[in-house]
Structure formats: structure tokens, C-alpha cells
């Protein structure tokens, strides 16, 4: 596997060719799948639920890495459990109980992660920290694929790299939105592990050469 992971983001994929793209991912350098669920409510937008993720899991062949930007997710913890998510994250924002439903996810048997707003500042995460697998911070806003990196990213990341650090926790740090080969390096040596890329890879005229390369500016 590759030290730093690579994470094509499904939400850019065509959906009317969904297995294709799913087997692209497949056969392609990219380490993990990256599956967006969003309900409207807690984002401007609507994208697919558990029959699709169902449908994807019937083909994918590596990791689920879910992305839930929902309220309540507590509600569908043991649900996507069932649907075989290797990685469940869940907002701060839309956590009242964020330690409670970290104890959750990894009682189901997933690896827990939680995902910041840009607003949201790393320190909230410092009593945390501890609990968390992974920390998916947005250099968007969610809800949308295709929108531009938010440049203060690198400055939370390696806030972030810091806190985890210190508390000697075993955390991962992910990026997700406006992804490409011009920010990953900088990303990286920032501090982050895994990369998400939706648009990047998924408009891209040759998807899993993009991916190849991404990870190559990524782990070189
Ligand atoms: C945004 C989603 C992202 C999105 C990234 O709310 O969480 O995973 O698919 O898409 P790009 O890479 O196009 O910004
Ligand atoms: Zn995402």
C-alpha cells in the first residue's frame, strides 16, 4: 500500500456507468473508495443513499471510506456497519455526542473518523483526538463536488499534525475537496495521509492515469 492513500471520491463518478467506474477504481493505484453521503438537511444537497452504497460495495474490492454529512448519524451507525464501511466519519457539527458516537462506530466494528467544517478550528478535537482514527478536514465546503481548495487548509493541517502529535495519538488526517496534483505535495508535507479527489479524477479523459500520477506527487 501506499504510505500516503489515495481516495477517488464516487460522488464524481457517472452514475449511469457506476460498476465501470467502480472497477476503475479497482484496478487503478487508488488505496481506498471514497462514498459521500449527503441528506439535504445538513448540506444544500441530496446524493445517494444505502441501495447505491449497497450497489458499490457489490463491486468495490478495496476499503469503504464513508463520508456521512447528515444529522443524527448515530441513527445509521449499525446500518452502514452492515453495508461493509471500513471507515465511518461523521461531522463535528452534527455530533451533540461526538465521543459517544465514536464509541459507536468502533463498537460496529469500523474504524471512527470525524470530519471539520472550514470553520471549524482542530483544537475542538483536542480532547478527542485520542478516539479518532481519522480526520477528514474539508477544504470545502461540503455538499459539492468540483469547488475550489480553501488555501487555509495547509495552515489547519499542520495544526492538526501538531495536536495529534502531542497527544501521541495514532490518527489519520485526510483532505477532501478541490484535491489536485497542484496542492497535494504542500498537502503532504503539511501532514496528510490520505487525499481525496473527486472531479480531478473523474473528469479527467484517462481517470486511472490521473490516479497513478496523484499518488505519485503524493508519495514522491
Ligand atoms: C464534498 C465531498 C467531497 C467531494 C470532493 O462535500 O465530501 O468528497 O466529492 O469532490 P472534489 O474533489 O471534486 O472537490
Ligand atoms: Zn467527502
Known amino acids: 500500500?501506499?504510505?500516503?492513500?489515495?481516495?477517488?471520491?464516487?460522488?464524481?463518478?457517472?452514475?449511469?456507468?457506476?460498476?465501470?467506474?467502480?472497477?476503475?477504481?479497482?484496478?487503478?493505484?487508488?488505496?481506498?473508495?471514497?462514498?459521500?453521503?449527503?441528506?439535504?438537511?445538513?448540506?444544500?444537497n441530496i446524493s445517494y443513499g444505502m441501495p447505491v452504497v449497497k450497489a458499490i460495495r457489490e463491486h468495490a474490492t478495496k476499503p469503504l471510506d464513508v463520508h456521512l454529512m447528515i444529522v443524527d448519524p448515530d441513527r445509521y451507525i449499525?446500518?452502514?456497519?452492515?453495508?461493509?464501511?471500513?471507515?465511518?466519519?461523521?461531522?463535528?457539527?452534527?455530533?451533540?455526542?461526538?465521543?459517544?458516537?465514536?464509541?459507536?462506530?468502533k463498537s460496529a466494528g469500523m474504524k471512527a473518523g470525524v470530519a471539520l467544517n472550514p470553520h471549524t478550528n482542530v483544537s475542538l478535537l483536542e480532547d478527542t483526538i485520542n478516539d479518532i482514527d481519522l480526520v477528514c478536514v474539508?477544504?470545502?465546503?461540503?455538499?459539492?463536488?468540483?469547488?475550489?481548495?480553501?488555501?487555509?487548509?495547509y495552515r489547519?493541517?499542520?495544526?492538526?499534525?501538531?495536536?495529534?502529535?502531542?497527544?501521541?495519538?495514532?490518527?489519520?488526517?485526510?483532505?477532501?475537496?478541490?484535491?489536485?496534483?497542484q496542492n497535494a505535495h504542500q498537502l503532504v508535507t503539511s501532514g496528510a495521509d490520505v487525499l481525496v479527489a473527486?472531479?480531478?479524477?473523474?473528469?479527467?479523459?484517462?481517470?486511472?492515469?490521473?490516479?497513478?500520477h496523484l499518488s505519485s506527487v503524493a508519495n514522491n
Open 1 to 44: 500500500m501506499n504510505q500516503i492513500r489515495i481516495a477517488p471520491s464516487l460522488l464524481a463518478a457517472d452514475f449511469g456507468n457506476l460498476q465501470r467506474d467502480v472497477e476503475m477504481v479497482n484496478n487503478s493505484d487508488a488505496d481506498w473508495h471514497h462514498i459521500d453521503v449527503m441528506d439535504g438537511v445538513f448540506v444544500p
Open 78 to 105: 449499525q446500518t452502514f456497519a452492515d453495508l461493509g464501511a471500513t471507515v465511518l466519519t461523521v461531522h463535528y457539527e452534527a455530533c451533540t455526542h461526538l465521543h459517544r458516537t465514536l464509541q459507536a462506530i
Open 138 to 153: 474539508m477544504s470545502v465546503n461540503p455538499g459539492f463536488g468540483g469547488q475550489s481548495f480553501i488555501e487555509n487548509t
Open 156 to 181: 489547519k493541517v499542520v495544526a492538526l499534525k501538531a495536536l495529534i502529535k502531542k497527544r501521541a495519538a495514532n490518527t489519520l488526517i485526510e483532505i477532501d475537496g478541490g484535491v489536485t496534483d
Open 198 to 212: 473527486g472531479s480531478y479524477v473523474f473528469k479527467a479523459e484517462n481517470p486511472t492515469a490521473t490516479i497513478a
